[in-house]
């Protein structure tokens, strides 16, 4: 074969050389996407890694603890249950009462935006535990 390829103008050397080169690009692709793999499944710990320093003893090496996803927080004085059953409209603003501003806060809304959109919209409703939903009677006279 390597008479075949110095017969068509391609020197021996000039082969190898391409070949090693090759071998060489494709094991440090391999490498980076082990190093990247590796990368991705590690996760950070807020814990303390023993590590040596220069006269033998390990020392702790405290690891960054990760940000904390963004969470969303429920109030502890919001209470399980505002309502006892699903309300819509006057009613349930009149049954909800004082604690309107607290619901209206959950939903991100202002109390005035919450007694309008109750007043205006019949398919909006708020839940027992002070959620907004949307309930469509299609049509019924309810």
Known sequence: MAENIERRGF???AVITAGALAVAIVALVIVGVVNLSA???ATPSSE???TSSSDGEATPIEQPTP???STVTTPSSFPSSVLPEAMSGQA???ALGDRIDVVANRNGK???ELTDLLL???TVHISTTGNIFFQDDFGSDG
């Open 11 to 13: 020197p021996r050397a």
């Open 39 to 41: 990368n991705d499944s």
């Open 48 to 50: 303390v890694s023993p």
């Open 67 to 69: 940000e904390p996803e």
């Open 92 to 94: 349930a603003i009149d």
């Open 110 to 112: 202002s109390v005035e």
């Open 120 to 122: 205006r919209d019949k």
